[in-house]
């Protein structure tokens, strides 16, 4: 079992555990998380992603495996299956990428300590640099849950001011959790909107959120299209998709240590590279 300390669960790993958080639904958590364990993957980093929403179990969807998944968190937690059986490896991603779904329904209720033991096994099995966890988008008791186990918290907002408020929220109900490293993903951002001035810039949501920026997401039509099919940004050819693909991987090269350009290959022209500066 693990240490308690200070109300943090601590293991000992290298591994990071990040959480992937808003208390508001549909900013982008979960196209997030499986973009940018793909992006840490393919820079060599093995992560294992975890669904814990829930109430709105997706990211089977989203990595297209929904035929693969036969056993769930919630049957490792109460001891029906072992890890090794409930963790899908992603064949996209050599050996990197390793997913572990929701049940359809929680059963019962579970504690943080259970959860714990559950990843400490399966940082012992997988030996995951980073284990990403997904979660519902509303002020609920899974992120209580979590946030013991969480080295870091990514908070997404997209780009609209009900979004910025409820990141806002979010940072507060982590900080009292005592998730005290967190920073902000900027989804779905609309360079065209801010260009024409319809739409707040950048400065204006970190300023309203208070949460340091680790990255933007420009809004891309096609990547909603291709996430029906199960596609990932960086398996897609055509261009637009790529961009995308660039800004997962200026995220991942961020949260890895790296001092990359936010927006490093994401705008070929220096208007927009400028809309940083709004
Ligand atoms: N950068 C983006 N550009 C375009 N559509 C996006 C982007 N990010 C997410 N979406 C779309 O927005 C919807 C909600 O995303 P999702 O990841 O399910 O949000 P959440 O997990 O926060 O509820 C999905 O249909 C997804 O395809
Ligand atoms: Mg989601």
């Known amino acids: 079992m693990s240490n308690v300390e200070n109300g943090v669960l601590s293991a000992p790993s290298d591994c990071k555990t990040v959480i992937v958080t808003s208390c508001k639904g549909g900013v982008g958590k979960s196209t997030v998380t499986a973009n940018l364990a793909y992006s840490l993957a393919l820079r060599g980093k093995r992560v294992l992603v ?8 997706s990211l089977d969807l989203i990595f297209g495996c929904e035929d693969s998944v036969l056993y769930d968190l919630c049957d490792v937690v109460y001891g029906r299956c072992d890890i090794e059986k409930a963790v899908i490896k992603d064949e996209r991603a050599a050996d990197k990428l390793f997913f572990c779904a929701a049940p359809m329904e929680a059963e019962e209720d579970f504690s943080s300590e ?13 030996s995951p640099d980073y284990i990403l966890i997904d979660t519902p988008g509303a002020v609920s008791e899974t992120v209580e849950l979590v946030a013991p186990l969480a080295d870091m918290a990514l908070i997404i907002v997209s780009h609209q001011p009900t979004a910025a408020r409820a990141a806002e929220r979010t940072g507060i109900t982590l900080d009292k959790l005592g998730v005290k490293n967190q920073r902000l993903v900027v989804n779905a951002f609309d360079s065209e909107a801010v260009l024409s001035g319809l739409r707040t810039g950048i400065n204006e949501l970190i300023d309203i959120t ?7 997401i420009p809004y891309e039509y096609e990547l909603s299209l291709s996430q029906e099919f199960g596609k990932l ?3 897609v050819d055509n261009k637009n998709m790529k961009r995308i693909a660039k800004a997962f991987d200026n995220v991942a090269a961020r949260l890895c240590g790296e001092n990359r350009p936010l927006l490093k290959k994401v705008y070929s022209d220096k208007k927009r590279r400028e809309l940083l500066e709004r």
């Open 233 to 235: 940004c960086g398996e």
């Open 114 to 126: 259970q959860l714990n033991s559950v990843l400490l096994d399966a940082k012992e099995r997988f």
């Open 50 to 57: 975890v669904d814990c929403d829930f109430s709105n179990r």
């Open 210 to 216: 208070h949460t340091r920026l680790i990255g933007i």
